[in-house]
């Protein structure tokens, strides 16, 4: 139990498009939902917190308009990277916490991003 | 905020020896402490955690020890094998909070 996935496992993008991408919880509904992003050699930075229908906090430094994310419904959330840039390649983690578990964050097999 | 330090950032370590790697933190309101394993290119793996009313605990191979009033935590992995060889995150949260703060990783190589 307890799995998250997400969507896609990599995307390589031109410089100023947009990528979106998909966190689900397969099995529990996500009462809430983290971003992470984890640039080589170092530790996961939390980017936003989202809880369903409610918009999501964004952590000091971090350009809401930058990266949109929507929380719709108990098993989805998405992040938008948009206008993207090459400083902003990465890999972009999520996680859920829901159900039964009061603490503990069930991570997704991020995404890596690529932009040329 | 809280601010958690881990020490240290590589550790290599023989096959069969022990591995230990600590964790500070700042805020005494936190109360959960969770270690993750995550391997090149994969999803941190949740290997152990501990709360704050106990102060050890274990499972086979792996141990955690939390010491509240010096506000540190520490990971033991005993008897280590090639297959342990990962970077280890420590995280901390408060009872009131939502988020995991994480400390900056070890990379432990076991050597054959």
């Known amino acids: 139990g307890a799995v998250v996935s997400q969507h896609p496992s990599w995307v390589i993008c031109k410089s100023g498009t947009s990528v979106k991408i998909e966190c689900r919880s397969l099995?529990?509904?996500?009462?809430?939902m983290f971003w992470y992003r984890q640039f080589p050699k170092q530790s996961l930075m939390l980017m936003a917190t989202?809880?369903?229908?409610?918009?999501?906090?964004?952590e000091q430094g971090v350009e809401k308009d930058k990266f949109l994310i929507n929380h719709a419904s108990l098993t989805l959330s998405t992040l938008t990277v948009t206008s993207a840039h090459p400083e902003d390649s990465s890999f972009y983690i999520c996680?859920?916490?829901?159900?039964?578990?009061?603490?503990?964050?069930?991570f997704g097999p991020g995404t890596r991003l690529t932009v040329l | 905020g809280e601010n958690v330090e881990q020490h240290p950032s590589t550790l290599s370590v023989q096959e069969g020896d022990s591995a230990v790697i600590k964790c500070t933190y700042s805020?005494?309101?936190?109360?959960?402490f969770p270690w993750y394993k995550q391997e090149l290119g994969k999803r941190p793996q949740l290997i152990i955690d501990?709360?704050?009313?106990?102060g050890e605990k274990k499972d086979q191979r792996i141990a955690v020890t939390l010491n509240k009033t010096a506000k540190h935590f520490s990971l033991h992995i005993t008897e280590t094998q090639p297959e342990d060889s990962a970077v280890y995150f420590c995280a901390a949260k408060k009872a009131a909070g939502n988020k995991l703060t994480f400390g900056g990783g070890t990379r432990v190589l076991v050597k054959p």
């Open positions: 099995d529990f509904q996500a009462t809430t």
């Open positions: 805020d005494s309101a936190s109360n959960y």
């Open positions: 501990i709360r704050s009313n106990v």
């Open positions: 996680s859920a916490r829901g159900g039964l578990a009061v603490n503990e964050q069930f």
């Open positions: 989202s809880n369903e229908g409610s918009k999501a906090t964004y």
